[in-house]
């Protein structure tokens, strides 16, 4: 089963024209994580290790 998620919107919009907006929307945060990783070397930090949120 796949994993469901619920998004609220005030956009005036079809499901096809919502889903490409989400795609393009993860796609500049994936492009910024990758940014702040390599700049910040933010994956190594070990703040988020064992029981840290």
Known sequence: MGEVQFYLTSLNCD???LG???R???GVEN???WTLDVT???DACGV???HAP
């Open 15 to 17: 499901a096809r024209n």
């Open 20 to 22: 490409q907006v989400i």
């Open 24 to 26: 393009l929307h993860w």
């Open 31 to 33: 492009g910024l994580h």
């Open 40 to 42: 910040f070397s933010e």
């Open 48 to 50: 988020r290790t064992g």
